[in-house]
Every structure is written in structure tokens, then in C-alpha cells.
């Protein structure tokens, strides 16, 4: 899979900006020639020196010093893109790192494209491409649970599953074909037997990988997670609870709130987008009006629902109507103003709730716990965090699965002249799962997946 490229690349591999430190990177055949003509220290120069070391110098244009730097020296193939490839680390700041990128650019290389660093690291065969996907799910990771999963994916975990799907699937076909050469009635049972076992066995292996797709989503994205119900019963206030600070305005006006508040939130260890709304009712302002429209289309989407009640009022029609629309496993209802209600109100069918004050410091306490409970339900407990699939994993895995569907239906038939069709669908379907890993790939496949990536990665 080695690929040689002609160029070379260089970026910025730090943000932008005031920090310690910034790092350019440099990538290519020219790595080295580049790395002679900018860097001037005491010693060999950047070709002559081993790999895996440091140099303290400086980096020139022209005779004038932009900056003192590191530069640290990798050659092909132990490197992150499997080239030759040198980081110079300089001074953070804005205009002194444009100025050494600068520099390297006029010695010969040219800016690199978003995620063309991972790329030639994969077309290089230096990672698969979940490996390359695990990279930007590292990197854009915004709770220890979804970096946890990045790292296990980056590890190899998903490509280790797939390989042994792919293969065992491969090994079936062979089996499958090899069949065709027995003539007719000649095949003993006990062989079309054991090739339905396996795969049945393999079709199993695929699902359970499908199943993780739930959990992927959830933390790669966040759980969109609306708080909803009728004007003045605490949304605002439970938003800011949760928050720990004042983001959405409080009032006794109903009607306060006119559009979605969106903040983020994590909440053990899942990413949350947590929305207020518009209260919800019959509204004679078109402002207000647009607002609750606004909150049903947030109510459609969600992954949960914190629907609000005030406990001092009771339960109205508007109320039932509204949670009769949302699904029963979805919603924490949650009864609030219980300070101002002499007793418990009846529980309501099928739905989680909670009844308390959010005037109470212990009842958020409350309510994260049982928010937290609904969203892990049906998730690993106890375990250790390992790799889950991403959406484009789990579409070619359901189009391997109907593949496999179809062929296991042929060879159950236990005819002849079913068995090519059946071995023609195994191996549409392996060309399928090997786009997963990057055993099948084309030009905008590739440029999908990096364009996501940051430029100097």
C-alpha cells in the first residue's frame, strides 16, 4: 500500500495563537533538503543527523534569524505519515509561526491540505482509516468517555473485529466455491451445515458491532437533551441549575423565554447539548408564537426530554397532551415547586419522575442522577471503555449484513444452483465491509473522511 508522494507539505500543527510553543511540520522527499537550507546550529546538519533526536538552532532567511527552535528529525517509514518528516518547534505566537512557515514554504514545500498528514499516514500504511477517523474523534473528544473510545479505536480495536469478520466471511466464499467442484449429490450434509454455522456466527459478530453504534453517536455528537413544558414552571431556572451559572434570564413573566438556549454540558462522561425553550402554549405574539414552534422542532429531535411541571397547579390538559407526543422511555418528568404542593401527586404510566424544588441545593443532585440513569440504560456498566462505530461505519455494516442476509438464505435452500448466487452476495458484501478499514477505497471516499481535519493534521 506504499505510496510514494512527489511533494512536499508543511503546516502548522499547533492552534494559532499566544502559547509556549508552536510546532510546524514538514513532510515529504524533500524534507531534508528544506531542513538544511532553514536551520543553522552547532553540529551535523538536519540530513546528517540520526532519527528520533533533537537539535537546538535557529531558523534563517537570508541571513536573518526568525526565531530559536527545536528541531526534532524522523525518517521514513517510523513516522506519523511514514515519510521523512521534521517539526520544527519554535516560540508560540501568531507572526512568528507564519514566519518560519513562511520561510519553509519559499524553500520548497507547499501548504498542506486539511488532514493530509493522516491521509498519506494511511495511504502510506502506517493506520487503517477508522484508525485515521479515530485521529479527529481524538482530537474533537469533548468528554473522558469519547476520548477513551477514540483511544481504543486508534488502537486497532474496531479494525481487529472487522478484520476477523472480513476474514472469517472470506474463508466461507472459498469453502462455498470449493463446494461447486463436488457433483450433484455428492456433498455431504455435514459441510453445508457447518458453512450456515459460520455464518450465522459471522452475521452475530456483525450485529454486535452494529448495536455499538448508539453509544458511538452519543459521544461523538452529544445527547441533544430539551427542556420543555408550560411557561413559568422552572425550565430557565433548571437550565441554569445545571449549568452552575446565569445563562437563561428568569422572570415571573410568562413568556420570557422566546427562543432556544443552547449550552454544552457533560454529564458522566456523555457530552450533552442542553436546550431551553419557549414555554409551551397557546400564544397571540408572533414572536412568541415562532419561538414554541421553534421548541416542538427541538421536542422532535431530542435524545431526552426534562419535561416541567409545576406541582402547585397539577397536571393540565396541555400538559397531557404534550407528554402523550413524547416517548414514555425518553422523558424524566419532573414536578417542580413541590414546596408550594401539600401532597405527592399521582405517578404518571410508563415515565420516569422526580418531585422536588428547584429552590432545594440537593434537587439537581437528583435530577442528574436520573438523567444520567435514562441516557446509560442499555449501555456498558462497569467496563472498560472500548471502541464504538461511527454512522459511516454502521452503513456499510447493515449493507454487509443484507449481503449476508440474502446469501444465507440461498445456501439454507441446500440447491446446486444456488450457491454462486450465494457466493456472489458474500463478496459484495466484502466489498462493502472493506471500505470500512480501507481495504476498498476511492478518491471521495478519502476526501470526506479528511476533509474534517484541521490543516497540520
Keep these: 500500500m506504499k505510496t510514494h508522494f512527489n511533494d512536499t507539505i508543511a503546516a502548522m500543527a499547533t492552534a494559532p495563537g499566544e502559547a509556549g510553543i508552536s510546532i ?10 528544506i531542513a538544511d537550507h532553514v536551520f543553522a546550529g552547532r553540529g551535523p546538519k538536519p540530513s546528517e543527523r540520526p532519527p528520533f533526536t533533537f537539535a537546538h538552532g535557529a531558523i534563517c532567511q537570508e541571513g536573518t534569524r526568525l526565531d530559536d527552535v527545536l528541531m526534532l528529525f524522523m525518517r521514513g517509514p517510523r513516522s506519523y505519515t511514514g515519510e521523512d518528516q521534521v517539526e520544527i518547534h519554535g516560540h508560540g505566537g501568531s507572526v512568528v509561526s507564519r514566519r518560519i512557515l513562511r520561510c519553509v514554504m519559499e524553500a520548497g514545500a507547499r501548504l498542506a491540505e486539511p488532514g493530509e498528514f493522516t491521509r498519506r499516514a494511511f495511504l502510506n500504511g502506517r493506520m487503517d482509516l477508522t484508525q485515521a477517523e479515530a485521529v479527529i474523534d481524538l482530537i474533537k473528544a469533548r468528554s473522558e468517555r469519547a476520548a477513551q473510545a477514540a483511544v481504543e479505536q486508534l488502537s486497532g480495536s474496531i479494525s481487529q473485529s472487522l478484520s476477523t469478520i472480513y476474514d472469517e466471511c472470506l474463508s466461507v466464499v ?106 409551551l402554549r397557546d400564544a397571540a405574539c408572533a414572536i412568541e408564537q415562532e419561538g414554541i414552534r421553534r421548541s416542538r422542532d427541538q421536542l422532535e429531535k431530542a435524545d431526552g426530554t426534562l419535561y416541567l411541571i409545576d406541582a402547585s397547579t397539577g397536571m393540565t390538559q396541555d400538559d397531557h397532551a404534550q407528554l402523550a407526543q413524547l416517548n414514555p422511555q425518553q422523558t424524566l418528568v419532573v414536578w417542580n415547586k413541590m414546596d408550594l404542593c401539600p401532597t405527592t401527586p399521582p405517578p404518571s404510566s410508563g415515565r420516569t419522575e422526580c418531585h422536588l424544588s428547584l429552590k432545594d441545593p440537593q434537587a439537581i443532585t437528583v435530577i442528574r442522577k436520573k438523567l444520567a440513569e435514562q ?31 440474502q446469501a444465507l438464505a440461498l445456501v439454507q435452500e441446500n440447491r446446486d444452483d444456488h450457491i454462486p448466487l450465494a457466493c456472489a452476495h458474500l463478496r459484495d458484501g466484502l466489498e462493502a465491509l472493506g471500505a470500512v478499514t480501507g481495504r476498498v477505497y476511492h478518491q471521495e471516499l478519502l476526501d470526506h473522511i479528511f476533509s474534517r481535519f484541521c490543516i497540520g493534521k
Design 24 to 33: 510546524i511540520r514538514i513532510s515529504g522527499p524533500d524534507t531534508y533538503r
Design 174 to 279: 472459498a469453502d462455498l466455491e470449493a463446494t461447486m467442484d463436488f457433483p450433484e449429490d455428492e456433498l455431504p450434509e455435514a459441510v453445508m451445515r457447518t458453512v450456515i454455522d459460520r455464518l450465522r456466527e459471522v452475521h452475530q459478530r456483525s450485529n454486535d458491532l452494529i448495536a455499538t453504534w448508539s453509544e458511538g453517536r452519543l459521544l461523538r455528537e452529544g445527547a441533544l437533551i430539551v427542556i420543555a413544558g408550560r411557561p413559568n414552571v422552572g425550565k430557565s431556572t433548571l437550565l441554569n441549575a445545571l449549568l452552575g451559572q446565569s445563562r437563561a434570564i428568569v422572570s415571573d413573566v410568562p413568556g420570557t423565554t422566546r427562543d432556544t438556549i443552547e449550552e454544552g454540558y457533560v454529564l458522566d462522561g456523555i457530552p450533552l447539548r442542553l436546550v431551553d425553550t419557549a414555554g
Design 375 to 405: 441516557l446509560s440504560a442499555g449501555y456498558r456498566q462497569g467496563a472498560e471503555q472500548q471502541a464504538v462505530i461511527s454512522e459511516r461505519h454502521r452503513a456499510i455494516l447493515v449493507q454487509f449484513n443484507d449481503h449476508l442476509h
